[in-house]
């Protein structure tokens, strides 16, 4: 591929849902904030007409102006409508490469290619529209010479997957998905700017007809925009997760999911700088969790942490680790908070319900309901006063830690970007202090923090952390292309069935 070359035709398409999909959420709120005046731009079709028009017509010059080539060691992109932008990317600072193929891509056999290069606020590149053949040709081209020998690992379709999700756990995953808080946050934005589109009085006297009282409207619509809410986490949760498989190759793990579109993710071992088993409220009581891995420099998306299985039994995540990532297969003695921090823990659960409280009773007549929440609120506290725990072993750091959903993170020393122990006045009196661990991952970085501990074995952790950066080691997977340790001990002493 000596001379450069445009994409495929079908990316002035995907230019264009792609910008869409970018408005979608400006044009909601725009819609529904705008009223239902005539002359909206919404209602008009030549303005609607034009604006599609003229998008097209962008997306086209777009496409004409993109070129691309892979010559010597590194693919060399130029692009851009009014400037003009050239990206030269070197062979040995790409740390991704990822397939993946939409829709509108699948229908005329195409895939779009997304280079990944080191640290996460370098963009990298992304051709939209080429061939399978082609695409898999760069990969190979671009990939340290190291892994051309594995060449048939490379071909993820004639690799076994480690692990697959059900289409039994996707629907649990669904419904017992994170995000259903989301949707119901936007379901309820938008309910709440229904004013504009319907007419009040038809939507009293339709309310009129169906119920007997105003407080039976008003429950039935918030059962409804709870229904709505959580089908669209099921549906978005199914979108996403579809065909869902982990493949474990001797240097990367490669992921590859999606319905519509579909993905295929790359995570070098060498980039993975902690692995997190969550274990969210809802799927506790049927013993489920998601394990991510956060990685430096990348995630899924710009500032996320990768999910390395959406929906698993607790039964067999350590069996999942130990195969798929031995590394963080740890154990640890553990330390627990001592009993005087409980309060402590119960005051901080509590403070989000006084301040919930105060709003009730300034602006409306139900603040004696939120005598309701204050057992909910020392419920919590405790149940994180009792997960709380953190334990070292010779190279290894767990955390593990509460909010609504129960997290425990497994972090490597020579991974901890900074430790720190600090106090405020209330902790001193009791002779506490809390850590917060930093590692590198994706643009902004993660922190984990195990909070009210004794005060000595905080300073003991420290101290812990320090040998490694006094010493100034390098650990062997900085610079280093070996392989993954095939091996870890379980950290069955670590997790507490009873907590």
């Not at 790409?94 to 779009?112: D, K």
């Not at 060449?151 to 480690?162: F, H, L, V, Y």
């Not at 002779?431 to 501990?453: E, R």
Request: charged share 20%; glycine share 6%.
């Amino acid at each position: 591929m000596s001379d450069f070359k445009r994409q495929h035709p079908v990316a002035a398409i995907t230019n264009v849902l792609k910008s869409l999909r970018e408005l979608l959420i400006p044009i909601i709120i725009v819609y529904f904030l705008g009223g239902s005046n005539e002359g909206n731009f919404f209602t008009n079709p030549v303005y609607i007409t034009g604006f599609l028009t003229i998008l097209l017509v962008f997306s086209v010059i777009q496409w004409f102006r993109f070129v691309y080539k892979v010559e010597d060691d590194e693919i060399k992109v130029e692009q851009g409508v009014i400037v003009r932008k050239r990206s030269y990317i070197p062979k040995h600072r790409i740390q991704v490469i990822n397939i993946s193929s939409g829709v509108i891509q699948r229908m005329f056999g195409l895939v779009s290619l997304n280079v990944q290069t080191a640290g996460g606020n370098t963009p990298g590149t992304t051709i939209s529209a080429l061939t399978r053949t082609e695409a898999e040709w760069i990969k190979e081209k671009l990939s340290k010479d190291e892994d051309a020998v594995i060449e048939e690992e490379t071909k993820t379709e004639e690799a076994p997957a480690n692990f697959a999700l059900s289409w039994k756990n996707l629907f649990i995953a669904g419904t017992t998905s994170g995000s259903f808080g989301i949707a119901l946050s936007i379901v309820g934005t938008i309910a709440s700017q229904m004013q504009f589109v319907v007419e009040d009085d038809a939507v009293v006297d339709y309310a009129e007809s169906l119920f007997q009282t105003e407080l039976s409207f008003i429950i039935a619509v918030v059962i409804g925009l709870i229904l709505f809410a959580w089908v669209l986490s099921i549906v978005g949760t199914v979108l996403a997760y579809a065909n869902f498989a982990v493949f474990k190759k001797r240097k990367e793990i490669l992921i590859s999911r999606g319905l519509f579109e579909k993905k295929q993710i790359s995570i070098p071992y060498s980039r993975i700088q902690a692995v997190r088993i969550q274990e969210g409220i809802l799927r506790q009581p049927f013993g489920f969790c998601t394990v991510y891995v956060d990685s430096a420099g990348y995630g899924e998306e710009s500032g996320k942490s990768a999910t390395l299985f959406p929906l698993i039994n607790k039964k067999h995540v350590w069996d999942f680790i130990r195969v798929m990532v031995p590394e963080y297969d740890q154990k640890a003695e553990k330390l627990r908070p001592p009993k005087r921090a409980l309060r402590r823990y119960i005051i901080r659960a509590l403070i989000p319900v006084f301040l919930v409280g105060a709003l009730l009773y300034a602006f409306t007549d139900f603040s004696h309901y939120i005598l309701l929440l204050v057992p909910a609120g020392v419920l919590l506290g405790y149940l994180r006063f009792k997960v709380a725990a953190v334990g070292v072993n010779d190279d290894s750091m767990i955390i593990r830690y509460r909010n609504l959903a129960k997290t425990t993170a497994i972090v490597k020393r020579y991974r901890i970007q900074a430790v720190s122990a600090w106090d405020n006045w209330f902790q001193r009196r009791l002779s506490l202090k809390s850590l917060s661990v930093n590692i590198a991952s994706s643009d902004t970085g993660a922190t984990f923090q195990a909070k009210d501990f004794e005060e000595n074995k905080m300073l003991d952790l420290v101290e812990w952390v320090e040998p490694y950066y006094a010493s100034k080691e390098k650990h062997v997977y900085e610079d280093s292309d070996s392989e993954v340790p095939q091996s870890g001990s379980r950290i069955t002493d670590y997790l507490d069935p009873g907590l």
